[in-house]
């Protein structure tokens, strides 16, 4: 399985920024996916993520409101809105991938199998 993130950049507060993660290597389809993020010097954390039919989905209380998960399985892809966007959501962003197929999705990084590279997302003040 191969994931592929981008779509990140440099933008300033209240801007927003669409990220891309697309998938390959097994159906795409069967299976919950999710984003995470790693600021400097923090751990990484919990952003969002949506069932295998994308009929739930599930934000982090941090960017409620603001951030968006949906995904299309016909492009084999998921996507994450980020909208008035905040200096503290500088992060390197990262897609995972459920192991196991027909998920709900979850906040725990252990229920992913598969990780992007990262994208740098940059919101200066």
């Known amino acids: 399985v191969q994931l592929q993130a981008f779509g990140g950049g440099l933008v300033q507060a209240g801007g927003f920024l669409r990220l891309s993660c697309a998938a390959s290597?097994?159906?795409?389809?069967?299976?919950?996916m999710s984003w995470f993020r790693q600021a400097p010097g923090k751990e990484r954390e919990f952003v969002a993520a949506?069932?295998?039919?994308?009929?739930?989905?599930y934000v982090a209380d941090s960017v409620k409101g603001r951030f968006t998960i949906s995904r299309d399985n016909a492009k084999s892809t998921v996507y994450l809105q980020m909208n008035s966007l905040k200096p503290e959501d500088t992060a390197v962003y990262y897609c995972?991938?459920?192991?196991?197929?027909?998920?709900?999705?979850?906040?725990?990084?252990?229920?992913?199998?598969?990780w992007g590279q990262g994208t740098l997302v940059t919101v200066s003040s």
């Open positions: 949506v069932s295998w039919s994308g009929s739930s989905t």
């Open positions: 995972a991938a459920d192991g196991r197929p027909y998920g709900g999705g979850s906040s725990s990084p252990t229920r992913y199998d598969y």
């Open positions: 290597g097994r159906p795409f389809s069967w299976y919950a």
